[in-house]
């Protein structure tokens, strides 16, 4: 997902947790249920985060940041929500989830 964001103009994509924003993160993949013998069904959660306050501002920059991840991704549920409540200050952020299959190595 990172190599198809970065090469459709999201240069701001990563896999890197502690990148300063604003960033694109695609994070761990979580399985969620089988898809019979061959695959299993899982989410792919993707971060937009961007730099406090949390004001209008960074309202917008989020909304546009999400526009270029759903032209290049398509469309994923997206919620409001702050990033690394660990940092000094928590970032501003959505998480969209993507729904995937992962094929079964041994089939």
């Keep these: 997902m ?3 964001l970065v090469a ?3 240069g701001i994509a990563t896999t890197e947790p502690a990148a300063a924003p604003p960033f694109v993160l695609v994070g761990l993949v979580t399985t969620t249920a089988t898809e019979g013998i061959g695959a299993w069904a899982a989410t792919i959660p993707v971060t937009i985060a961007v730099p406090p306050p949390g004001d209008a501002a ?3 920059a989020l909304e546009e940041l999400l526009e270029q ?3 290049v991704l398509g469309f994923g549920p997206a919620r409001p929500t702050i990033y690394g409540a660990d940092r000094d ?3 501003p952020a959505y998480q969209i989830t993507y ?3 992962i094929p079964n190595p041994a089939c």
């Design 8 to 10: 459709n103009g999201v």
């Design 69 to 71: 991840v759903y032209a």
């Design 58 to 60: 960074a309202g917008a």
């Design 2 to 4: 990172v190599d198809k």
């Design 89 to 91: 200050a928590p970032l």
């Design 99 to 101: 729904p995937a299959s």
